[in-house]
């Protein structure tokens, strides 16, 4: 079965500053998942779409800047959390199962890659490098609940990428595109 996402991170080499094609894909399959996305985002045409997930980072968020949520995960004492059904749909449990090993990719061959595309803590990519791919994506279905757009409380980063998008923009796009330096350090955008 050929996935275009895992297919190509065996040839792919990390990029600082730049956007991995696994990323691409990951960003825009996030962008595409109905009442996870920003609606203003999710209702771009596909192009419009594609354009936003050409970043240098990730566009969603499973708390990979919580250490102490991922230590008590993925500690191997601790028996997996059985999840409540219907706690979310298959589309989501599929994509964080993806966005789960990816992290795992980053933290075990790019340790600064993850800090940097994901905002994962250092010691969760510690953490994330001895996790088995098993347990990852055994847990999927608990961690799909966490899943949301990264730094969800700016909108106004939110809304001006999907107005940049909206307008073609190129200039503007890769403004907010540059941006997560300003939110990656704490900074609010106004």
């Not at 399959?29 to 192009?47: E, K, N, S, T």
């Not at 970043?55 to 008590?72: I, K």
């Not at 996790?131 to 847990?139: E, M, P, Q, S, V």
Request: aromatic share 8%; net charge neutral.
């Amino acid at each position: 079965m050929h996935d275009p996402i895992i297919e190509p991170w065996t040839r792919e080499a990390p990029i600082i500053g730049g956007t991995s094609p696994t990323l691409r894909a990951l960003n825009l399959r996030f962008l595409d998942l109905d009442g996870v996305a920003a609606p203003a985002i999710v209702a771009l045409p596909p192009a419009r779409k594609a354009a936003i997930a050409d970043c240098p980072y990730a566009l969603f968020d499973l708390r990979f800047g919580d250490d102490p949520h991922w230590r008590s995960r993925l500690d191997i004492a601790v028996p997996d959390r059985v999840a409540e059904p219907g706690v979310s749909n298959p589309a989501v449990v599929g994509f964080v199962r993806l966005a789960l090993i990816y992290a795992w990719h980053l933290a075990t061959s790019a340790n600064l890659q993850a800090r940097l595309s994901l905002g994962m803590d250092l010691r969760t990519a510690a953490v994330f490098a001895d996790a088995t791919l098993d347990r990852l994506t055994r847990i999927a279905v608990v961690e799909a609940p966490d899943l949301a757009p990264r730094w969800p409380r700016c909108t106004a980063f939110w809304d001006g990428l999907a107005e940049a998008a909206a307008s073609a923009d190129r200039t503007r796009l890769r403004w907010f595109h540059g941006c997560w330096l300003l939110l990656a350090s704490g900074k609010q955008l106004h």
